[in-house]
């Protein structure tokens, strides 16, 4: 498996703070890899760093295959987290130049832009000026800034935040296109349902240190069918004085349940008090295992499950 | 190389759209014509109003002299649509004996305060003695109009000599042209021909002296500035809307600065070669094409490069350590107060460029490229060792600065929160 990202060994701190502690990963290439992680967790500090904006105090990254001091720049394209584009410049014109300076020619250019604005409906805008567009549409033409130069690894920070359902689903797409034409995808998100429907590997940093890393079902095995679905004819009063329960979630009509035994021995509790209507080992979904990573433990330190 | 290449056509075209160059090329000439033009066309037209005015003459022999001077004053001024000032209008204090000083000077100050005088002068009665230093008074409400008081004063001192003058048995006319200014006319050297003849001196004049010079450095100073506002706005723009953490993405930070600075450079060359076309214009038109030097254009060029890629490299390293335009202000002051002061030591050279002063300032890198070029465009103009010397230690210095530009820009531009201090800013440097 080539890889198109390899991080070995890379540290980075703010003052005393550690923003990424010692993280390896490698990334393969044609996979979508999803980056989750909490707020400052160092998401955005590693996908810089793969960047080149900012260097490692210590360790190495390789990206295609190159020092990612080098020229590979031209082949990655990047979405950052706070959107950077010019207010008063015409959308055309700024895609124009974010493309050429990624070393591709108005010839190469022109085509593609066309392409793609037509594609997400921001044809008719491609000579207004930025600031004349809605955020949503901004947001889009970032997106475009980052693929116009076709590259061969994509860097997304936050892709679709901000973005109703729609046009979250257009870039979607966009994104698994290019997927499909052969270009290795790495997008940082919050949302755990994208990232459980579109990544083939899912990488969660949590204080700087890597705590997941692997494919969904590989994680999902990892933490084990420790979550059992009930539906009691008494509701959550039911499971009151049930012994063995480590966490119970109400969701109303069902309870999210999950027991230091083994679901054999609940099974035989439940049945003994009330009428169980429905009884189900679940696979933990991955905001299930993102919440119990990052919940803050009960003496409000954050913990790593 | 491509690449810095087009980040400086982006700058370029950023810049010659932008209000900054569009006031500084086209709208501030235009405006400082206007401006001149409606001054000119004021000055004759503004100022009709007949200026009535009282004189109390206590030598007794003043008056007519003032009256025939006024009405000449008023001949010259034209009549009707053709007038082109004010016409005073002179009447006499009756005879003052037997009166109470004090109440004719109030009865006088009562007539211009009801408007039938605009003023009233006083001429002591001894101001014909020629020891006398009694001074002429002149009495107004309105003590910012000075037309009619300095009229008065030319006029009362031109009167007073002649009479005394005359009583002291000399012929005005006579002293007038006995001590009649000589005037010294100033000349560039002769040469020597092959042929063992000499070529005519020419005639160096205030427009070679003084009008050539100023010009320069005037357009030195605007093709600089011209730049730094809008250098500032837009680093600053890059930097809070996180464009260039999209352009670090594509570029590095060198090569970002590098294009800033060649886009300084060409709309600077582009801003001074408008001005120098009608600045040739000009001289075409007044008949004086002999000052225009090729070798000054060459300096011009030369240091006009150096101090662009010198204060541009120091604006943007600057700007980059700010994080909006407030902190870029108070960031910016000690480099905007350096052109400026560079700026206005000019002067000290314009006014002796040989002078020990004046050399050493144009050796003083910041200031170089104002004051070595005061001094070239000054005839005979400095040695040109040292003008060698002084371009050799600007563009040391102008490397050194861009280097250490560059430092801060990689680290400034992702910096964000308060504004770095001096020491932090070297700390950035030695990183």
């Known amino acids: 498996m080539t890889a198109a990202i390899e991080i070995r060994h890379v540290s980075k701190h703010f003052g005393t703070q550690a923003a990424v502690d010692d993280l390896n990963l490698m990334v393969p290439e044609g996979a979508i890899y999803g980056f989750i992680g909490p707020n400052g967790s160092g998401k955005s500090t590693t996908l810089r760093m793969i960047m080149n904006i900012i260097q490692p105090d210590v360790g190495e990254i390789d990206v295609l295959g190159k020092p990612a001091a080098s020229s590979a720049r031209d082949e990655i394209g990047y979405l950052p987290e706070e959107r950077g584009l010019y207010k008063k410049m015409q959308v055309r014109r700024l895609l124009r130049y974010y493309g050429r300076l990624k070393g591709r020619s108005l010839g190469e250019l022109e085509p593609a832009i066309t392409r793609w604005l037509d594609r997400l409906q921001l044809g008719a805008w491609a000579d207004k000026r930025v600031d004349q567009l809605s955020k949503g549409m901004a947001q889009k033409v970032q997106f475009i800034a980052s693929i116009v130069a076709r590259p061969r690894l994509l860097i997304l920070d936050e892709p679709f935040s901000g973005l109703d359902p729609v046009n979250a689903d257009a870039l979607r797409t966009a994104v698994l296109d290019l997927r499909r034409e052969g270009t290795t995808i790495v997008f940082s998100t919050h949302d755990m349902g994208t990232a459980e429907k579109m990544c083939d590997r899912i990488f969660m940093i949590f204080q700087g240190r890597k705590v997941l890393d692997g494919s969904l079902a590989d994680i999902q095995a990892q933490y084990g069918h420790d979550t059992i679905r009930v539906r009691l004819s008494g509701g959550a009063s039911a499971l009151q004085g049930v012994s063995g329960l480590e966490s119970v979630t109400d969701h109303g009509n069902f309870q999210d349940v999950r027991t230091t035994g083994s679901p054999g021995a609940l099974l035989q509790q439940l049945i003994a008090r009330t009428e169980v209507r429905h009884f189900e080992i679940m696979q933990p979904s991955l905001a299930d295992i993102f919440v119990r990573i990052a919940r803050p433990e009960p003496d409000g330190r954050e913990g790593a499950a | ?431």
């Open chain 2, 1 to 431: 190389m491509r690449r810095v290449l087009i980040v400086a056509q982006n700058e370029v075209l950023g810049l010659v759209r932008s209000k900054f160059f569009i006031i500084g090329i086209l709208v501030m000439p235009v405006c400082v014509g206007v401006l001149m033009t409606f001054l000119g066309y004021a000055s004759s037209r503004v100022d009709h109003a007949d200026r009535r005015f009282a004189v109390l003459d206590r030598t007794g022999v003043l008056y007519p002299a003032v009256q025939e001077a006024a009405a000449q004053y008023n001949r010259e001024k034209g009549e009707g649509a053709e007038r082109s000032g004010p016409h005073f209008l002179p009447e006499p204090v009756a005879d003052t004996a037997g009166q109470d000083d004090a109440a004719l000077l109030a009865g006088l100050s009562d007539r211009v305060r009801r408007g039938d005088l605009f003023a009233f002068v006083e001429i002591p009665a001894g101001a014909l003695d020629p020891g006398s230093t009694a001074a002429v008074k002149y009495y107004t409400q309105n003590t910012s109009y000075v037309r009619l008081s300095t009229w008065l004063a030319s006029t009362l001192d031109g009167q007073v000599q002649q009479e005394r003058l005359k009583r002291a048995g000399m012929d005005p006319r006579l002293v007038r042209q006995l001590t009649r200014r000589t005037e010294l006319a100033s000349f560039g050297l002769t040469e020597r021909r092959a042929d063992g003849s000499t070529t005519e001196a020419r005639r160096v004049d205030e427009l070679q002296r003084f009008g050539i010079p100023i010009f320069f450095l005037v357009l030195m100073f605007m093709s600089v500035m011209s730049n730094a506002q809008h250098l500032i706005n837009t680093i600053i723009e890059e930097k809070m809307s996180k464009i260039s953490e999209v352009l670090l993405g594509s570029i590095s930070s060198f090569q970002l600065l590098a294009g800033k600075l060649v886009g300084v450079v060409v709309v600077s060359l582009l801003l001074a070669a408008v001005y120098l076309i009608g600045g040739a214009y000009t001289l075409f038109a007044l008949g004086r094409p002999d000052l225009i030097d090729p070798v000054l254009l060459g300096w011009f060029v030369v240091f006009l490069l150096c101090a662009a890629l010198l204060y541009g490299s120091l604006f943007q390293a600057l700007s980059s350590a700010c994080s909006d335009l407030k902190d870029a202000q108070s960031l910016l002051q000690p480099a905007m107060m350096m052109l400026i002061m560079a700026y206005l030591s000019s002067m000290l050279v314009l006014r002796a460029p040989d002078s020990a002063l004046a050399v050493g300032l144009s050796f003083v890198p910041v200031l170089t490229p104002f004051a070595m070029l005061l001094r070239l465009s000054m005839p005979p103009g400095p040695p040109l060792w040292q003008a060698l010397l002084s371009v050799a230690i600007l563009m040391t210095t102008t490397v050194a600065v861009v280097w250490a530009a560059a430092r801060i820009f990689r680290v400034g531009l992702l910096m964000q929160g308060k504004a770095p201090n001096l020491p932090e800013l070297l700390r950035w440097i030695r990183k």
